[in-house]
């Protein structure tokens, strides 16, 4: 139907996943070197930034966006965690969310996974899936019983990782 005003539809779909926090969430040893922290802002505000644009090519975060995030009176510094090396690098990071009100499709609040990045040099050792199990744990002690992420069709190495976590396609749609 857009099609006729000249827009072209792309391959790449937007998906949600669905994970129920029912059960417990495994323990996952974070990999050797690393450990998982959350952010301090006043520390770690430009190397985050630094690692968002090298995970994310187009990205242009700036640290008063990031800042402005970290403002918004739904931020919870626990829901944001760091993976961090030995010598104090930052090597990926996890962002998330709690919905401010019940979703009615769920009877229940909603903990969004907002983002995870991994910096190149860091990537297929396992810190997302440690980071992501480290945030559903969080959600669980706030009281959730639903998590949910979103990524795209073109994002595989995310989907394997939520897949092997147990998350579930809920929703599917071209962006």
């Not at 690692?51 to 008063?64: D, G, I, P, R, T």
Request: hydrophobic share 45%; aromatic share 8%; glycine share 6%.
């Amino acid at each position: 139907c857009l099609e006729r005003f000249g827009f072209t539809r792309e391959d790449m779909t937007s998906l949600e996943l669905i994970l129920w926090l029912n059960n417990a969430i495994p323990q996952l040893d974070v990999p050797k070197g690393f450990i998982i922290r959350p952010m301090q802002s006043d520390r770690d505000l430009l190397a985050l930034i630094n690692l968002h644009h090298a995970a994310f090519e187009n990205s242009k975060m700036s640290v008063q966006e990031r800042i402005a995030i970290m403002n918004m009176p739904e931020y919870r510094p626990e829901l944001d965690l760091l993976a961090e090396n030995q010598d104090g690098r930052l090597a990926a990071y996890c962002m998330g969310s709690i919905g401010d009100d019940v979703t009615p499709q769920f009877g229940c609040k909603v903990g969004f996974i907002n983002i995870v990045a991994t910096h190149p040099d860091f990537q297929c050792l396992g810190l997302a899936k440690a980071l992501i199990l480290n945030l559903l744990r969080e959600f669980q002690v706030f009281g959730l019983k639903v998590a949910m992420l979103g990524t795209s069709s073109e994002n595989i190495p995310m989907q394997h990782i939520a897949k092997n976590l147990g998350f579930q396609l809920l929703s599917s749609k071209f962006t």
